[in-house]
């Protein structure tokens, strides 16, 4: 078997990304564990003190991000000779265990301050692994956490720029993946909790990593 080719694997992690942060952010008070960008920018209002954002949460979030983009620089060197597939599949049954074991946690034990902490970990490291693979693969405007650079080629390359139009259905199918999959995390969040959009993001990462091949 072939496997799905790279492109339809990224964006459908594109639309995971987008229910991990809605629970990150709705839900872990108001930090992101996918989108550094947005992190960054949290970090300097914590730490300015305006209300409802916290400074521990926040770097706890940024700080395993940064381990898990070693640990998955590291992993690449080792994979490097190899094939993308496996490299790939590696990475993303990691990412499944570690958001499957934050859901099984936000079922477990609810509201605890230990089990906020314990989601912010897992699915911050989770996410810096896969962003530390997917910047390895180099796809072109396909990075699943952020579209600052998507949008700006959109724009860029549109008939109001250079007229160039190059990938603009793969940078539109980017930003639709990423709203369909905050709205969708968004909803579960606010009817149902935190627990499900993790497991169904969990998941998709484990049915993507038995899907996925190593072709762009």
């Known amino acids: 078997m072939r496997g799905v080719r790279l492109v ?4 459908a992690l594109t639309v995971v990304s987008g229910l991990i942060d809605a629970v990150s952010y709705l839900g872990l008070g108001r930090v992101f564990t996918a989108n550094m960008t947005g992190n960054v920018v949290v970090l300097g209002f914590a730490a300015a003190g305006a209300p409802g ?3 521990p949460h926040t770097a706890t979030s940024l700080g395993c991000f940064l381990l898990g983009a070693a640990a998955g620089g590291r992993l690449a ?3 490097r000779q190899g094939s993308r597939r496996t490299w790939t599949r590696l990475t993303l049954t990691a990412e499944a265990l570690m958001v ?3 859901g099984a946690a936000a079922f477990a034990w609810p509201g605890r301050p ?3 902490y314990a989601l912010i970990a897992l699915t911050a490291f989770a996410m810096g692994l896969r962003n530390a693979t997917v910047r390895k693969l180099g796809v072109p405007d396909l990075t ?6 998507t949008l700006t080629g959109l724009a ?3 008939r109001l720029g250079d007229a160039g139009g190059r990938r603009s259905a793969r940078r539109t199918a980017a930003v639709i993946a990423m709203i369909a999959g905050a709205w969708l995390g968004a909803w579960l969040v606010l009817h149902h909790g935190l627990g499900i959009p993790l497991l169904i993001a969990a998941a998709a990462s484990a049915v993507l990593a038995a899907v996925a091949s190593g072709r762009e």
Request: glycine residues 4%.
């Open 8 to 11: 339809v694997v990224l964006l």
């Open 100 to 102: 499957g074991v934050a």
């Open 144 to 149: 699943t956490t952020v579209l600052t650079m």
């Open 114 to 116: 230990a089990t906020v």
């Open 77 to 79: 060197a080792r994979c």
């Open 156 to 158: 860029a390359e549109s």
């Open 53 to 55: 954002f916290s400074v």
